[in-house]
Structures are given as structure tokens and as C-alpha cells.
């Protein structure tokens, strides 16, 4: 069994230590591919968390860390390690933003495509979350799952083995939490 | 921020509850409330929660995952929009003028030439990819490849490369067209008129992959209909060029990008295995599948990518003529063309067409309604199923392979070790010294270590010492497999080059150069073994890497070893030139003298040419012999090594079909004693030399001495591990059989053909062609025995095979020998007539002269003395050049032109003819039935000069052979003539 799948299947049992290598194991790897992109001739407006979480599948797929039918569980455990690349780089574009290289931007503001409303946005998601979770640690599980990794809601309902319109209805109820706790 | 820790307390309660309330439409929520059995803290709450709904749901509240748009992220500055490619715009010498497309590997623009060269539109291609070295060169490289595609159905590449910025173009033919599956169903198309387009696909993509240039990218997207019906594919080898440029992070997004669209991915797609001509047949059945079941081949309970992932993978495809819900389509879907797809959309390659151009076939079977080619499977059906043209000699070509493959390769790796750092090949130095070290301290014990107990002691520590740097541990396993092929340890090489391609993929990267070569050389190996269709598409991908990486070396060797999985599987004999060719044409620039790696690869390359022309009985395989032999002195000078003796033994063979008998043969004579001093007594190579120097006694009537070659390499080949039931035991055996029935034993011949038809049944199926082919052969044995009513069974079981070509040639003249021995001579004579028209496309002149001689003795006994007498003489003028002397078949071919000269009362040439056989017979084998008949027609020609002693005396002799023979019509000839002498 290669060992990306081992430790799906471990987490999957609940090992806790299994899921904190996956996140080790994911956390550099996501990295460094959205890291990669931007160093790319050409603009590439349309590039979502979804493509960086199916390009680390497919690498590790190719390199055979990863069997075919672990991928839903798969994007379940990049989830978390997505959400916090993007809060981090959040982060250091809003430190960027107040000071650091403040007159580099100043000089290209308008070409920046990344806003401060955006930056704030996923920070205050992820604050929100962190209070989410102590009220339901699967409703957290499941908005890194389509905000930060942008699954479809039948992958979550694969990854999570639940229904459709639990995955759809859970949703929701996120939403009524994320809404109030951003307000 | 709103904190959340008002709602920690009573969320269990909260949750169920707003579970209830978010079934409800917004408008009856409120009086859900009011009627909630709950406290009022918790009804607030939830009045609270709920009140969001309106945000939450009716706009995208987070509903899109956060953009990464560049200026997201730090690193370099985002690029200025005016980079972006628009209409107007100069790339390279081409205007843009309007946007094509756009999608994740870049966008396409309609443009023109704007430098005033030749003013045509074309459609400008400009992939987002990374800046490297040697970019351009890497373009132009794969320009040339894909400009070599020169076919009315494919659109042309004109032109690839950089513009003054350095970004690139591909500039194509545009093609106004609309895809294959909108255009169908705007006509609304019939199944045939469909299936015409998809003959039209096919036939590009066979013609692209004969140039060995694979698509990976079929989808009813690239494959446009032109308004007047004509097919244009589009991309063709682009997927590939767009790979090897690429980072690999985009190559991957690219997939990525499709991750939803997978539909017509292979399975070795999905499993990221290498990608050969077979990948290609299975999205062309997908879109075939598409186009005429209009319906997907695999039914998903969810839609997802993970799900159609999962599905090519594991999942076959439902019928068909099951999966259309259109009535017309399942009537002409039932039968054949779910066959046709099923055979197509195989997961594993080997179950699969093995070639476009035999989906091609079977889709213009089925048009002209005859029977598919495509195998029944589980369809429950009863199919016709046969397989691919084979030529005659198949079983004799095939034997050279395990001898190209071992022997010319060997030297071939030894070259990294010159190349490599100086630190690495101190290192490899260091293990194969450790390893001999290892082999001195036990042959204090055993003295007679072998180079293959070496072998097998280096791959025990290799085994043993995985800490090493992975580019190392790949070369060290990659020279020792090649090693142990070398010293025929197949199954052993086998296993350790499956280890060396697996870390080559994982540690290296599958474009690396030692992985591409490790993959070429496990293509070898596995045809080798048995499995070629593996190792086809293996070498085929492997080929295709190296000739983009610009390692010719790897290209010669591996179209060399190409060449021969393509014989071993069965592929017509022009195609396997064409690769030989191909082969030839790779090599770089004339070696310079004193450049061993040059010279290797010229010897390889014209062995394979040589190899590939004598399968094909086409002429020039001895001058690709004698080249092969003279590039190969240059490195071994004139001592013996294992690939110059398959050289020369080629050479020998191929002397022998240009008529230069008396020098082939004594080489010939040499080379089995030079092998075993060589090799030792059993190394499989002794066994190929053997087969091949026994393949050229036989063609030289040497019956004796072939056997005696043959004996010898089926001793070797049986005691070769791990070759139970192999197809080289079946070949071996059908050389023995067909030597012993050209001895005219027909009970020693037929016991062999029985194992022959077990072992090819077992090894290439008891339903291909080959196997067939064996079971005519041994038909016409059972007449030779006289067992007229079980010849007439097999032939009849026989009856519906759809033999093509000179098989078919061949079958249909055995027919005519049965019918003639029936005494049938008008059907005999219709058949043989037929059967020498056929064989008139063949270069092969010593089975025509077979042909000949049957047809000579049809035509005596239908009454034709002086057509006969034609026939014989030009069968006696082929065996004259091809033979020193007097062979048993060519003696039985003196009997009938005796017989005949006798009837055209020309008696003295009638003697001298049957004295020739008579003594020719006498000397080979005085007790066969044969020297029994032709001292009676001597016997018959010598009463018709009037020598009645001589005559009686002879007949005497002929009854004291005859009374023996096994056939009931030899004795009842020799009554009639003796009636005959008593009467007159």
C-alpha cells in the first residue's frame, strides 16, 4: 500500500496521529504548488484551491504515495491543510499591505488583483471557524471542504460517506453560523 | 466579529432543530417557531441563526472557493495585462486575429502570417508554459516529429517556436470544421454513415501511430468534420509536446483541469502508467461509443470525478446496445459492434485491439458484413475471431529475438557509465567490485562460478543496499537486468528491471533518461517472455520519450527491440519493416570510425533491418547483414560475441534466400560449434543460433542436418527456466515437424505438430491465425499417413477460418492435395489453380515451388500431362538454384515430372528424371513409402522403353517398400501395375 493511503485509511480510524502526518505530509507539498504557479509567464485568473488540491492528487497519484480510491478522503484531509496555506498567505499579504514592501504596492495598485476585502474575508472565515469549532468540529471539516479545497458537494458526501442532502443541508446550517459570526 | 459562545451551551438542540427548520421554505418558518416546543433562549437563538438565511443563501456567501489570483500571492510582480495575447498582437512572424479558444493549457487564435511569407490562415497555439533551456531546441525537435504526419485527415503542424520574448507558438492548419459528435447529430447520422467517419479516424490515427507518434488526447473535440464529410484530427502529439515543456505543476493542473471531463481517458491514463498507441485505441472506442450508443460506456451512481475514475479503472463497460436508449441503435449495436467496443475499451492493453488499423479492419468487416475480428469475450455470443496476418516464416523470425535483445543490447548501457559523474561511476565501480570480491570468497568452495552466479550475487546486494542515491540504484539494476538477459536469466531480469522502471518513476520522474531506458529495456525483456503486446506499447512510450529528449541511442536500440515484439506479436511483416526502417533512419549523422557507441547502434539497427526483411522475404536483408556484421567488427574486431554470431547466422539465412548456397552453408556449419564454445552448451542464444542455422539447412534441403539444429535447440529451449509453455517452444517444435514432413515422416511430424498446436494455443490463443496455421500444416500430415477421413474432419473444422495472404495460399493448396489424394481431380485442380494465383504475391520462391509441385501433380491427374509438365519444371528450376542436392521433396517433385514425361511418352527424360528420385530416395531413407513410389513409376518407365528385366526387377523392389505403407492407395497402384506388366 503506498503511504499517502495508509495514512488516509488510519485517520479514517480515527488516528489522530495519522491525521497530523497527513497534514505534515500535505501542508509543504500544497505549498510549493501555489507557490509555483505565480512564477508563470502569463496571467492565470481562473486558478481556484480546487486545481492546487487535484494538481497534489495527481502528483502523488503519479508518484504512486496514493491509491485510485482514496481521493475523496484524499481532498477531506488537504482540506485542512489548504485552509491553512491560504490563511497564511492572507496573512502575509496583509502584513505586506501595511507596511514591508507598502510602496511596491502603492506604485501597482491597480494591478493587484488580490483585494484587502479578499484577504479579510478568508481571515475572518477562518476566525469564525475556529469558533465553529467548538460548537461541531464536522461543520469545520466540511467548510474546508468547499470553501478552502472547493469540493463538490457529492465528493463531500463520498469523503464523509453521508447523503447528498445531508452534505447540502449541513452546508447551510455553516453558512447561518459563518453569516452571524462575520456579521 | 460575532462570537459564537452564546450558542456553545444548547447546540445540540439548536442543530437538530435547525436541521428541521432548513427543509421549511423561508415564509413558513415563523409559524414552525411559534409552535416550537423549546425554551424562548433557544427560539430566540434560532430566530437569530435563521434571520441570516438571507445573506447566507440567496447571495454566493462563500459559495466559490477564494480566488488565487495572482497578486494574491507574494512572489514576483504580476504581469502586466498588456503581455496578454490579443487581437493585433505580433507573436513571431503571425498576426494574431481573433480569438479560437481559450482553456487551461492556453488559448488558440485564428492568425496570419505577418512577415510576407506564404499568406495562409492558421490557427496560432500559445501553451502557458514555463521558460527553460533548451526550449527551442526541444520544439523544433518535436516539429519535425509531428511534421512527419503527413495525412489528408490530420491537420498539419506548420510550425513551433519562440517568439522574440521567448514565449511559444504552435502554428497549425485551421480547420473549419465542427466536432464529430455535433456534426452527427445535426445530420442526424445512421449507424453506417457514422461509422464511415470513425473508419476515417482510425485510419489517421494509424497512420500517426506507424510514425510512432501517439495522440493521448482523443475526444470528439479534436476530431472536426469539414462541411464536405471529411474527418480533420486535431493536436495531434500535442498532449506529449505540451508535457515535456511544461513545468510539471502545470502538466499536472492540465489533468487537473479535465479532472471532471475525464471521459475519455484511458486506464494506464488514470493510473499514470506510460501511454502508448494502445491509449489512443481505447478513447477512440470511447468516442465510437459515444457516437453510436449515443450514450456514456460507463454508468456512474454519482457524478464525480472520483467515480469515473474509479469506473475506467476497475469498472467494464456496460454493452452498448444496452446503454442506447434509441431502438434502431440497439437492434445494429447487438452483435459485432458491442464486440467491436468491448474489445476496444478493454481495461487491460493486452485484451485490447492490439493495433488501430484492427479496429479499423473490423469496423470495414462489419460494413461489408463480414465476420469482426474482435473476440466474443463474455458477450455470449458466437463470433467469428481471428486474429491479425501473419507471413509464413513467422516461427523461423521469431527465434532471432531473444538474441537481439540479449546480445546487442548488453554494450548499449555501458555508455552511462562513461557519461555518468565521476563520483557515480566510482561508485558503480566500487559494487562490482564488491560483488566480485563476494564471488572469490566462494569459489574457494565452488570454482566453476558462473558469470550468471555473478549476476545473481549483485542483485542479492542490490537488493540488500537500498541506501544508495536512486539515479545509482536505478543504473546498477538497469545494467544488471541487462546483464542477466544477456546470460539468459529472463524471468530474473525480468523482475529486477519491474523493480528498477517502479523506483525509476517514483524517485526520478518518468521522463527521466535512465527511466525511459529502464522502460525500453523492460519492453525487451517482456518480449522475451512471451508478453509483447506489454512490451509494444512500453517500448513504443519509451521511444517516444527518448526521441523528444533527443537519446538517439535509446531510440535506435529501442525501435531495434521494437521491431522484434512486433514480429513476436504477429504484426503484418511490412510493418515491422517500416520500424526496422525507422530503426536505420534514427542513427545520427555517419559514425565516425573509432565511435563504438555509433557502430553499436549501426549493427543494431541493421540487424533489426535485416531481421525484419528476411520475415518479410523481402530482398536486401543480406546487405543489411553484412552492414550490420562490418559495424559490429568495428567494436569487437574478429572475435566471436554473442550479437555477431546472431549477425552472422542472419547473414547466413539471408544468403540462403539470395542463392548464395554453397558460402551460407558453411558458415552456417561453423556457427552452432562457435556458439556453444562461446556461451556454453545451454545458453538460450545457442538454441536461436541452432533454430536459425536449421531454418537454413531446410531451406537448403540439408532435411537431415536441420533436424539435427533443430533437436539441439529444442533440448536448450525446454530446459530454459521459466518458458513452460512458452510460444518459442511451440516455434521450435513446429521447425522439427515441418523438417520431419519434409522427410516425408509423417509419424514422427505429426505428434510434434499435436505439442505445437497445445503450446502456440496456450501461448498465443487457440483461436489466432498462427495456431490455425499449425492445424492446416497438420492436416496435410494425416494425408501423407493416409488418414484421408480425419484429414477431411480437420480441414472441415478449419473451414470457416477467414484466411488471408499467403496462409490462406497455402491452406487452400493443402486443400487441393487432400482432394487430389481423394481422387477429386476436378475440385483438386480448381483449388490448386486458385492456390498458385495467390501465392503470386509472394517473394518466398521455395513455397511456391511446393505449390507448384502439388500443382504439377493435380494437373497430371486431371488429365493435363502438358500444363503439368510447365508447372514441375518451373518448381524443378527453383529447388535447382535453392539446393546442392537432391532433397526428398525435390526428388518427389522428379517422380511427378518423370510421371508426366512418361505420359508425354518423352521416355528418356522420363528415366533420367525417376533414376535421379529413385536414387536420391534410396540414399535418404530406403524404407520410405516415398523411395517405394519412385522405384514403381521407374519401374513404369523403364517397361515403357521396353526394359522389361530392369523393370520387373524394379517393380519387385517398389513391392518390397510398398507392402509396408500405411496407404491403402500405394498398394493398390502397385496392383495395377503389376496387372499391367502381366498383361501386356
Redesign the interface.
Known sequence: MSDITGLIIRARDGDREAVDGLFQAMYPELRR????????????????????V??C???L????RLD??S??HFFAYTASAMRSI?VD??R??AA?RHGGHAV?VTL?EG????DAA??A??L??H??LE??G???QRLVQL?EMR????M?D??I??ALDVTDRTVR?DW??A????????? | ?????F??SE?PTI?RR??EA??LTAADRDTWLESLQETESIKLKLR???A??T???TRD??D??????????????????A??PRAGMLIGPYRLLAELGVGGM?SVWLAERADGGLKREVALKLP????SQGLAERMRRERDILASLDHPNIARIYEAGLDAQG?PYLALEYVEGVPIDVYCMQRALDINERLKLLRQVARAVAHAHARLVVHRDLKPANILVTADGQVRLLDFGIAKLMEGEL????Q??Q???R?LTLDYASPEQ???EPIGTASDVYSLGVVAYELLAEAKPYQLK??????L??AI?NVDVRLASVATENAVARKALTGDLDAILNKSLKKNVTERYSTVDAFAQDIERHLAHLPVQAQPDALGYRARKFVRRHTLVIAAATVVSASLIGGLSAALWQRQAARAQAARAEQVKDFVVSVLGDANTDSGANQTTTAADLLKAARQRLAADLTRQPDLAVELMTTVANSMIGQGLYVEAAALIQEAV?IA??KLG?QHELTVRAQALQGAALSRTGRSKEAITLLTSAIDSARRAGDSHTVVAGLGWLTVAQMNDGVAAAACVETARLAVAALSTPARTGDALGARDVSQAHLALANALIYAEQPGAAAAAERALAAGREIYGQADSQSMLIVRTLLARALVMEGQLDAALREADRLIPSAVALLGPQHPAVADVAALVGNTRLDAGNVTGAINAFEQAKAIRDAVTGSEGSYDQGSIRWLLATAHSDARHPEIALPLFDETIRLFSSSLGADHLVTMRARSVRAEQLIEAGKLIDAEAAFEQLSHVPWTGLPRAGHTMRRAALRSAQGRHGEALALAEEAITLMSASTNTLFRAKGLTTLGIVRLDAGQPQAALASLREADAIYARSELGISPRRADLLVALGRTQTQLADLNAAAASLKSAERAWQVFDAKNRHTGLAKLFLADALWAQGDKVAAQGMLNDAEAVLVASAVAADRTLLQSMRQKFATQ
Open positions: 504548488i501555489a507557490h509555483t504557479r505565480l512564477r508563470r509567464g502569463f496571467p492565470d485568473p481562473d486558478v481556484g484551491t480546487t486545481a492546487l487535484n494538481e492528487y495527481l502528483k497519484r503519479a508518484s504512486n485510485a480510491d481521493r475523496a491560504i498567505i492572507a502575509s499579504k505586506e511596491h501597482d494591478l493587484w488583483s488580490g479578499g484577504e474575508l478568508i475572518k472565515v476566525e469564525a469558533q465553529i467548538e460548537l461541531d467548510v470553501y478552502f479545497a472547493g463538490t457529492p465528493e458526501a463520498e443541508r447551510q446550517k453558512r447561518l453560523l459563518l453569516a452571524t459570526a462575520l456579521r | 466579529m460575532a462570537d459564537l459562545k450558542l456553545a447546540w442543530s435547525l436541521d432548513l427543509l437569530g441563526l435563521l441570516e438565511s445573506r447566507a443563501e456567501f462563500l466559490a472557493p477564494p480566488s488565487l489570483t495572482l497578486g494574491f500571492f507574494e512572489g514576483s510582480p504580476p504581469v502586466a495585462d503581455d496578454a492556453g502557458r508554459v514555463n521558460w514565449r513545468t510539471q505543476e502545470t499536472l493542473t489533468v487537473a483541469g479532472a488514470i493510473r499514470g454519482r457524478q464525480s470525478a472520483a467515480a475514475e474509479e479503472a517502479n518513476n517514483q518518468p
